[in-house]
């Protein structure tokens, strides 16, 4: 089972950045696709933008693309979330999550279930 570890989040002014990392262990990632995913108060938990690990290719939520971007370092079992322009509804907590199998746009769409690998989640607050 792949063991996750989000860090990056924090307080940012709206129009501002910040970058997330997940930092993978306990397993090689091949097949994998790792994720981001949201959850704000009162809503569901939504995916932001996920990766696959051996191709790279991503998918994008439409309410981020062009601000955010993911990116992956296979070296480093690691993977990225710039997240630019930020506005108060980019306000969550940022979960990233890994499932093997599976492509990014599917993963986006279906949150992982048990199947699923999760971290512990970090909190990004976009506030003037």
């Known amino acids: 089972q792949v063991q996750l570890v989000e860090s990056g989040g924090g307080l940012a002014q709206p129009g501002g950045s910040l970058r997330l990392s997940c930092a993978a262990s306990?397993?090689?990632?091949?097949?994998?696709?790792i994720g981001w995913f949201r959850q704000a108060p009162g809503k569901e938990r939504e995916g932001v933008s996920c990766i696959s690990m051996n191709e790279g290719s991503t998918f994008y939520a439409n309410s981020v693309k062009g601000r955010f971007t993911i990116s992956r370092d296979n070296a480093k079992n690691t993977v990225y979330l710039q997240m630019n322009s930020l506005k108060p509804e980019d306000t969550a907590v940022y979960y990233c999550?890994?499932?093997?199998?599976?492509?990014?746009?599917?993963?986006?769409?279906?949150?992982?279930?048990?199947?699923?690998?999760w971290g512990q989640g970090t909190q990004v607050t976009v506030s003037s």
């Open positions: 999550a890994a499932e093997k199998y599976i492509i990014p746009q599917s993963m986006c769409r279906l949150p992982p279930g048990p199947s699923g690998s």
């Open positions: 306990g397993s090689t990632l091949d097949y994998y696709a």
